[in-house]
């Protein structure tokens, strides 16, 4: 059973920082790309970042610069550092995995609030 495990949300200032993790199991972890999205109240779930298994990284023009995906294949995570953080950058963010079926596997989700 795939199982997808957020941490690292919770309050920060402008202008600071949080890392996120999300932590795989039940699946071969190294041969799929993971992807970060986030989703604010009242709008629709959107991909924040996205990591191949070839470490390609693409991100939402909102957070280029200022975020970065990464992964760990020997930990099977993959995380998110978000630097520079925004009011608007407050929303639940959660991690996905594709499989080569199709299949998404979507972890609970952590909130992030940026507020003074």
């Known amino acids: 059973q795939v199982q997808l495990v957020e941490s690292g949300g919770g309050l920060v200032q402008p202008g600071g920082s949080l890392r996120l993790s999300c932590a795989a199991s039940g699946i071969f972890f190294s041969a799929y790309p993971m992807g970060w999205y986030r989703q604010a109240p009242g709008k629709q779930r959107g991909l924040v970042a996205s990591?191949?298994?070839?470490?390609?990284?693409n991100y939402a023009d909102s957070v280029k610069g200022r975020f970065t995906i990464s992964r760990e294949n020997a930990k099977n995570t993959v995380y998110l550092q978000m630097n520079s953080l925004r009011p608007e950058d407050t929303a639940v963010y959660y991690c996905?995995?594709?499989?080569?079926?199709?299949?998404?596997?979507w972890g609970q989700g952590t909130q992030v609030t940026v507020s003074s």
């Open positions: 996905k995995l594709t499989d080569y079926s199709a299949t998404d596997y």
């Open positions: 990591i191949t298994r070839g470490r390609i990284t």
